[in-house]
């Protein structure tokens, strides 16, 4: 059960954490499926272009999902910092 109000006396306060790291494990689980699949195909299809336009277009695609990349990571380590935060706080 998840519950984010005050808890009561004796009670555990640890069920924000417990949702925080399920969002955790999820992003962070998603964020190397797809993102690392994903480059890796981009990457591989450079490599086997048949000229410099189509390499570079690939290259391009590649490139802006590593940005899209980097902000995923970015928002997982806030998330982990929240964790932190919740759990040194408790």
């Known amino acids: 059960m998840l519950y984010f109000a005050s808890p ?3 009670e555990s306060p640890f069920y924000a954490e417990y949702a ?3 969002v955790l494990f ?4 998603a964020h ?3 993102f ?3 480059l890796v195909n981009l990457a591989e299809a450079e490599q086997r272009a048949q000229n410099p336009k189509e ?3 690939f290259a391009d695609r590649r490139r802006a999902l590593q940005w899209v990349s980097s902000k995923v990571s970015w928002l997982d380590l806030a ?3 929240a964790v ?3 759990a040194v706080n408790s």
């Open 20 to 22: 925080l790291l399920l």
């Open 26 to 29: 999820g992003l962070v689980a």
């Open 55 to 57: 390499a570079a277009s």
């Open 36 to 38: 690392g699949r994903k």
């Open 79 to 81: 998330v982990s910092l």
């Open 8 to 10: 009561k006396a004796g």
């Open 84 to 86: 932190v935060v919740l």
């Open 32 to 34: 190397g499926a797809y």
